[in-house]
């Protein structure tokens, strides 16, 4: 009876699941129009149409109102899918329109998302955004969610009527990407904002409350038949130019090189740069680092973003590691001697070339391949009048291959290998880890398993291995939400070739229980409240971290103002085994407790804040931590947008390591001032013009007034001495930015760059002072010239037959 009960149960929720899923049957056709806005040309008059949207957001599942009718209409050919799009609106001159550059889709703006889904699986979304001031912007659906590094080749056209907005697009199936064997069915959906009332709809209904994903609550386009996709064969050569200002040197360099696609066939891409040049990439957000920890960058690289997201499973790759800083695999000495001073000076580690196949068969296997050559890197070092070259980090190869099975929508199992080899005798490494992630038929609840395995060779010995576990189950739907996890990772576990892993050799037990709404009551649109709890231990020894409990709350006002609190208690004593630097040793911190509280405030106004504070406490030492973050949001007219941001820290009777002492840590006690200047701004001439400023300062200082001792029970006891380790560091970076999309994915760019630091123990007071200092020293002055060209097989081959 209960199995009969449960079958019941599941057949009812398929068909309701079903029912909810619209589909349109578009017309399949030979006629060609212009793409101009207007849907003038006879064959939108028989493009049969979807209607009837209901609300997204804030609401949910309520029809839109018949002044703000929507109607899309659908045709395709042999070479391309055609959308004309009709939104209704009584008062088109409210219409917002900012203008933007590409991928800029969520301002002070409408827009328009349209998303397909050729493998009709819930997973693998393309979505074209268009903005009512016909700023194109694309993405596409990966597992860790909307990747906007994805650029693809599509036409687009906005017209503002006295009835609303109209608008054209053309996708090329050269944009997507099919199963080996074409599906009939398409999953599709459209999703409109209407900005100036934070209102949005969509075609198919989306329960955003479901712990199923949007993608897998899309409707259908249904039998998409006689499609032959297109040869994928793109080419993008480039050459740059930088002329470079350092210490009254002045250098010039020229680059050329191309990145190539090719579309093995319908499902498989492959991706290569050759010879390739970054030199305008954008720079990285430098701070002082005081923690025993690497800090992680942001990959701005356009190479190592786009087409990406098989690789990104698991954690395990940390595309930085190839051509960043290098690292001393060769552990050569650098330090010079007593007698003589010596400068060394490091370069990156110069990527020669790299190349990545990814893509989805029609069983829905997802296969990933990367492979990346660095060549050798040196450090010249001048010695007492003598010049030599020392090498650092030989030629080196890295690889990784994904395997990611899906199955019932939203489930799957992944194998990902991860190997770096490097050319002598120097360690070689690799890493293999099995992933499961399922959810239950209902979608309520989900299962996540991860067993991950490191090894470092030298020659054909394996010197170090380790392992990784971890497992999550939770409730990921409806209001109330639960979920209980634990991380494992042993002490020799090391990902750290190709990945990026703060810190191993911990155990880790995270619960936590959320209530959420998803519809307007009362003051709120929205709401959450989350309690966790934390609990961590080494792995080696068993031996007890730290413990502590947390609430996380969040409202969204009906005025869309966000606001929240975030608490944190330790109500327990903690043991910190990394910060002394030396192992065996641990440093006890007493119980503690910090809060931090936000404001977000309307976008649509012309000036709007975001705020945060938060405050750290430890009363046993009489610590306080502050931390200030200002950034005011302003749009000066459709053009023009701003961020200026201010981000303040400071800490009172901090107590840290402060140096190694003839090998024994050292701690102190300090004040630690933080100052982080940012201006964040853009002037958009149209949507295929732009220019950009970004110009950050980080200045820090540290102040310390005693020197301690360590003593084996992790307390701290008064060192007597001269120990001086006061810092100050300065860093300041501006790049000015032109940038002009002048045909279809091609772009030039012209580049100004600042960039100067400094490193000092000479501490002030005055951070004007501090500022002079930091100008006193040497100044690295750039500009460049980047002109990239698309071509396209399919568009060049028609072109030059004269279609």
């Not at 209607?51 to 209409?73: C, N, Q, R, W």
């Not at 730290?546 to 043991?575: A, M, V």
Request: negative net charge.
């Amino acid at each position: 009876m209960l199995q009969r009960s449960a079958l019941l149960f599941f057949l009812l929720l398929s068909w309701a699941l079903s029912a909810q899923k619209k589909s349109l049957e578009p017309l399949k056709t030979k006629a060609e129009v212009e793409i101009d806005g207007s849907l003038q040309d006879s064959i939108w008059h028989y493009a049969p149409e979807a209607t009837d949207f209901v609300m997204l957001s804030p609401g949910s599942g309520e029809a839109i109102p018949a002044g703000f009718k929507t109607t899309v209409k659908v045709f395709y050919t042999d070479e391309a899918i055609y959308f004309g799009v009709t939104m209704l609106d009584p008062r088109p001159d409210s219409i917002l329109k900012q203008v933007t550059v590409r991928d800029d889709i969520n301002q002070n703006h409408d827009w328009l998302a349209i998303a397909i889904n050729p493998f009709n699986d819930g997973q693998n979304d393309f979505t074209f955004f268009l903005t009512s001031a016909g700023t194109q912007g694309d993405s596409r659906t990966t597992a860790n969610g909307e990747d906007y590094s994805f650029n693809s080749i599509w036409y687009s056209a906005v017209q503002i009527t006295e009835e609303g907005w109209v608008c054209e697009l053309k996708i090329p199936y050269i944009s997507l990407r099919f199963p080996n064997e074409l599906k009939k069915d398409w999953g599709f959906n459209v999703i409109r904002s209407i900005r100036r009332s934070r209102e949005e709809y969509s075609w198919n209904y989306i329960d955003r409350g479901s712990g199923y994903s949007w993608e897998y609550q899309a409707g259908i386009l249904s039998n998409i038949r006689d499609i032959n996709p297109p040869i994928r064969l793109s080419l993008m050569p480039y050459a740059s130019t930088y002329v470079d200002h350092f210490e009254d040197k002045t250098t010039l360099d020229f680059n050329a090189g191309m990145d190539l696609k090719y579309g093995i066939n319908e499902s498989f891409t492959l991706d290569a740069t050759l010879i390739p040049d970054f030199g305008q990439v954008a720079f990285d957000n430098q701070v002082l680092n005081l923690s025993p920890f690497e800090i992680q960058f942001q990959e701005n690289r356009q190479f190592f973003n786009e087409g990406t997201e098989l690789f990104s499973l698991g954690d395990l790759f940390y595309s930085r590691r190839i051509g960043g800083a290098p690292k001393n695999i060769t552990n050569q000495d650098l330090s010079g001697n007593d007698t003589a001073e010596i400068t060394v000076r490091t370069e990156f580690t110069r990527l020669l070339n790299a190349t990545k196949i990814s893509g989805r068969t029609n069983g829905n296997l997802g296969i990933g391949f990367l492979n990346a050559v660095t060549d050798n890197n040196y450090s010249t070092i001048d010695s007492a009048g003598q010049t030599s070259q020392r090498l650092l980090e030989p030629l080196t190869n890295y690889n990784i291959l994904v395997l990611d099975q899906r199955f019932n929508r939203n489930s799957s199992v992944s194998f990902i290998n991860t190997n770096v080899l490097r050319n002598g005798e120097y360690a070689d490494a690799n890493v293999a880890a099995l992933l499961a992630s399922v959810y239950t038929k209902s979608g309520q609840y989900r299962v996540d398993a991860q067993i991950k395995r490191s090894d470092r060779f030298q020659g054909s010995n394996a010197t170090r291995s380790g392992e990784q576990y971890y497992l999550r189950f939770g409730d990921i739907d409806g209001n109330w939400r639960w979920a209980i996890r634990q991380d494992v990772i042993s002490d020799d576990f090391d990902p750290n070739d190709l990945g990026f892993l703060a810190r191993n050799n911990q155990i880790r037990n995270y619960n936590e229980l959320e209530y959420a709404t998803f519809k307007p009551k009362g003051p709120f649109n929205r709401t959450s409240y989350t309690l966790f709890s934390v609990y961590s231990q080494l792995y080696d020894s068993q031996r007890f971290e730290e413990f502590y409990l947390g609430l996380n709350t969040f409202f969204l006002l009906r005025d869309f103002t966000g606001t929240g609190l975030r608490l944190r208690l330790k109500p327990i004593e903690s043991y910190d085994y990394f910060e002394p630097r030396v192992a065996g040793s641990y440093f006890y911190k007493p119980y503690n407790y910090s809060t931090v509280f936000f404001i977000s405030t309307d976008y649509r106004k012309p000036f709007a804040l975001d705020l945060d504070f938060g405050y750290d406490r430890t009363p046993d030492w009489d610590r306080d931590y502050y931390n200030i973050n200002i950034e005011p949001r302003i749009r000066l007219g459709d053009h023009f947008f701003i961020i200026p941001q201010v981000t303040f820290d400071l800490f009172y009777n901090d107590r840290g390591f402060a140096s190694l002492g003839s090998g024994v840590p050292v701690f102190g006690s300090r004040d630690v001032k933080n100052l982080i200047a940012l201006i964040d701004g853009r002037y958009a001439f149209n949507p295929k013009a732009s220019l950009g400023l970004r110009l950050r300062q980080f200045w820090s200082r540290v102040d310390y007034q005693d020197y301690y001792n360590l003593n084996a029970n992790g307390t701290l006891s008064l060192r007597e001495g001269n120990d001086d380790y006061n810092l100050y560091f300065n860093t300041l970076n501006l790049d000015l930015r032109f940038s002009w999309w002048f045909a279809p994915a091609s772009e030039m760019v012209i580049l100004y760059r600042v960039a100067l630091s400094n490193l000092g123990d000479d501490i002030n007071n005055n951070y004007l002072q501090n500022l002079n200092n930091a100008f006193d020293s040497p100044v690295q002055n750039n500009l460049s010239i980047r002109l990239a060209y698309f071509l396209d097989y399919h568009q060049t081959r028609n072109q030059l037959q004269g279609k």
